[in-house]
């Protein structure tokens, strides 16, 4: 896109994610974006530098900034240069442009591997969850870390449980055959149709997970958006913004 052309549209981004577009203008921008992909593309990356702004809280350093500065100038006045101040804000801009380096390197060397290992934790099999549980040999086996195994007797049953198959996910995914895992999960989700659902919101976590080792990273997105969105989930706080964030980074690098 050409600078000017650009920068038009990115005052229209603004006032658009601002709300201050009439509704003839709003309109007619939804419309341009709707049949022109590659500013479909330039909107989703200013969205995201808007994001990647608001993360660092660059915002708020800035305006702390100013008021330590104005306070400490309050001070000094009227004994202050322009050469004092002027040094000052040279300082600040620097310390600003290093934040802002610092947070593009950031984004800029995200990738699937890395934010999967920044979101995985082992599963640890619970004693209880809200019924007795008794450890199946599937579980002992999974507890004792035997995941072939595990995969090799799940194969065997005749009968398996949502427990099976979730034991069997979760073996899957630490062997890091995922599409296997994905679909272990993908039974459980389909066998878990009562009014109590076992093993859904680790199902939601860990699927979510293998998503995005398998670079399904749509999918992958949307699954943990939902987690984010639920305040009751019970991984809830293991997603957060930077999280989104940088999906939405590595979808724009696909």
């Keep these: ?21 009439d509704p003839a203008e709003r309109k007619k921008l939804e419309e341009e974006l709707f049949n022109d992909s590659e500013l479909q593309k330039e909107f989703e990356l200013y969205k995201m530098s808007i994001d990647v702004v608001q993360l660092a809280s660059m915002k708020n350093a800035v305006e702390e900034a100013q008021r330590r500065f104005t306070h400490y100038e309050a001070s000094l006045a009227p004994t ?51 019924y007795q549980l008794n450890y199946t040999h599937l579980d002992s086996l999974y507890l004792h870390q035997d995941y072939d ?37 993908k039974e459980v989700r389909k066998q878990n149709q009562g009014e109590v659902r076992y093993f859904e919101q680790e199902t939601d976590y860990y699927l979510a997970l293998c998503y995005l080792k398998n670079e399904d990273l749509k999918q992958a997105l949307y699954s943990l958006q939902k987690i984010k969105e639920n305040e009751s989930h019970l991984y809830h706080t293991a997603v957060s913004s930077e999280t989104i964030i940088k999906l939405q980074v590595l979808l724009w690098k696909q």
Excluded: C
């Design 149 to 185: 195994t595990v995969l090799a007797q799940y194969e065997k049953l005749t009968k398996k449980t949502v427990r099976d198959h979730f034991i069997a996910a979760m073996a899957a995914m630490e062997l890091g055959q995922y599409s296997a895992a994905i679909d272990r999960f």
């Design 1 to 21: 896109m050409e600078d000017n052309r650009a920068f038009n549209y990115y005052n229209r981004f603004d006032d658009y994610l601002k709300g201050e577009l």
């Design 80 to 130: 202050v240069t322009t050469s004092a101040r002027t040094w000052a804000l040279r300082v600040a801009a620097g310390l600003l442009l290093l934040m802002v380096s610092y947070g593009v390197l950031q984004f800029a060397l995200v990738s699937s591997g890395s934010l999967y290992q920044s979101l995985y934790t082992a599963y640890q099999l619970p004693v209880t969850r809200g």
